[in-house]
C-alpha cells in the first residue's frame, strides 16, 4: 500500500468531467483511485462578481490592442489566489487527508502547509513566457511568477509533464524537488492493432488544436490543396475548430469543431477519426498539440509535426514513425505527406508509433509518482 491513503486533490477544472483539462485531472484521479487511494476533490472557487468584472475589462483592453500578448487576467492575480488558498485551507480543515496534490503550480494551502504539498503540471508561467513566447515577463506576471515560485519551492515534491520544463525550473529554483517521469496519454478507449488496416484502407489526414494552432492548420490545408491534385482520395478532418475559422475550404475537408469525450456520441466521432487517420499532422510552430500527438501515436498513427523543443527532447532529433517537418529544410508538406502516406514501411512506422508512446500510460505514470512520493518520505522518516 502507498504511504499516503488519503488525498486532497485540487484541480482547476471539475475532475468528474472528462472535459476538464484534455482530460487530465478525470484520468489522473481515476488512476490513484484504483492504486487504492481515497481521493477528496476539491474543484477551484468561481470568478465572483468582481473576478468576472476583472475578466471582462481585461478582454476589453486586449481587444483595444492593450496587453495583447500579456498572460496576465483575474486567474493569475493576488485577489484570486488569496480565495483559493482560503478554499483549500477550508477543506483541510474540515478533512484529515495524508497530503494535497495540486494540478496546477499557481494555487497552495497556506505556506507552511501542515500537510505534504505536491504540485504537478505542463509547465510553470515563467517558462512558458519565456520559452514559448520568447519575451520578458511585464511587471504583472513577475508578481504572478513571483507567487508561483514560492509554491514550487516550498512544495515536497514537483511533477512536471515535459522534460525541458522540468530542468527550466530546476535551474531558476535549485531548491525545488523537481520531476520528470514521461508524458501521459489522455485516452478514454483502448487501441487495436487492427487499426493498422482500417488506415491503410483509405487516405484521411487528421489535425487536433484549437483556435491558438490556426497557423499550423492553415499551413496543412495549403498543402492539402495541393496534395488533392496529386491523391485525390485525401481528405482532412480537423478537430477543435469550426469552419467558420478558415472561409472558403477545398473539397474534402471537415471540420467538427470541439469533440467532448465525456459526450458518448462525440467520443465515438473522436475515436473513429483516430482509428481511421492515415496521419496525424500538426505542422505548426514551436508548439504542435503534444498532448493529442501523443494519443493519436498510441493508436498506430504515424505523426507529422513540426520540430519543437519538448518534442525532440521526448522521441529525439529524428523519429521512426512519421517525420518531423522543418520548413525551408523538408521538401514541401505536401511532398512529405504523400510520401508517408504511399510508404512501403507505413505499417512497420505505425507499429513504431504504438510503441513509442506505449510508456506513457496514466497506470504507469501514478505509480512512478508514488514511488517518488515514497522513497522521498521514507527517506525523510530515516533522518
Not at 488519503?6 to 478525470?26: A, E, I
Not at 465572483?48 to 500579456?70: A, D, H, N, P, Y
Request: glycine share 6%; charged share 20%; proline share 4%.
Amino acid at each position: 500500500m502507498p504511504l499516503i491513503r488519503r488525498l486532497l486533490v485540487v484541480s482547476t477544472q471539475d475532475s468528474t468531467k472528462l472535459s476538464s483539462w484534455s482530460n487530465v485531472p478525470f484520468l489522473f484521479c481515476k488512476s490513484l483511485e484504483e492504486q487504492g487511494i481515497d481521493l477528496i476533490r476539491l474543484t477551484l472557487p468561481t470568478f465572483g462578481c468582481i473576478g468576472t468584472l476583472v475578466q471582462w475589462f481585461v478582454r476589453m483592453l486586449k481587444r483595444l490592442g492593450v496587453g495583447r500578448e500579456s498572460t496576465w487576467d483575474y486567474s493569475r492575480g493576488a485577489l484570486y489566489a488569496r480565495r483559493v488558498r482560503h478554499h483549500i485551507d477550508k477543506a483541510l480543515q474540515q478533512e484529515a487527508v495524508d497530503a494535497v496534490l495540486v494540478l496546477s503550480f499557481s494555487y497552495g494551502p497556506s505556506l507552511p502547509s501542515k500537510v505534504p504539498l505536491y504540485l504537478f503540471g505542463d509547465w510553470s508561467l515563467s517558462y512558458a513566457i519565456d520559452r514559448q513566447r520568447c519575451r520578458r515577463p511585464n511587471r504583472l506576471e513577475r508578481t504572478s511568477i513571483s507567487r508561483e515560485n514560492r509554491l514550487i519551492n516550498s512544495a515536497s515534491d514537483v511533477f512536471v509533464l515535459f522534460p525541458l520544463a522540468e530542468r527550466f525550473i530546476k535551474n531558476s529554483l535549485p531548491e525545488a524537488c523537481t520531476h520528470y517521469l514521461g508524458n501521459v496519454i489522455n485516452a478514454v478507449e483502448q487501441p487495436d492493432g487492427g487499426d493498422i488496416r482500417l488506415k491503410q484502407k483509405g487516405y484521411a489526414l487528421l489535425f487536433v488544436g484549437k483556435s491558438h494552432y490556426i497557423e499550423g492548420a492553415r499551413q496543412l490545408i495549403d498543402a492539402y490543396r495541393l496534395l488533392k491534385s496529386a491523391l485525390p482520395a485525401v481528405t482532412l478532418d480537423i478537430v477543435g475548430m469550426g469552419r467558420e475559422s478558415f472561409g472558403d475550404l477545398p473539397e474534402g475537408v471537415v471540420c467538427h469543431g470541439y469533440l467532448d469525450k465525456g459526450d458518448p456520441e462525440q467520443r465515438a466521432s473522436y475515436y473513429g477519426l483516430l482509428r481511421n487517420a492515415r496521419l496525424f499532422v500538426n505542422p505548426n510552430p514551436r508548439w504542435a498539440s503534444f498532448s493529442a500527438a501523443l494519443e493519436a501515436m498510441y493508436f498506430y498513427t504515424p505523426l507529422v509535426t513540426s520540430a519543437y523543443a519538448e518534442m525532440e527532447e521526448t522521441f529525439g532529433k529524428s523519429i521512426s514513425f512519421g517525420a518531423y517537418f522543418r520548413e525551408g529544410v523538408n521538401a514541401s508538406l505536401a511532398d512529405l505527406l504523400r510520401e508517408l502516406m504511399l510508404n512501403a514501411d507505413y505499417a512497420h512506422m505505425a507499429v513504431n508509433a504504438h510503441t513509442a508512446a506505449s510508456s506513457f500510460s496514466w497506470d504507469a505514470y501514478v505509480k512512478r509518482v508514488l514511488d517518488a512520493v515514497g522513497s522521498r518520505r521514507g527517506f525523510e522518516s530515516n533522518k
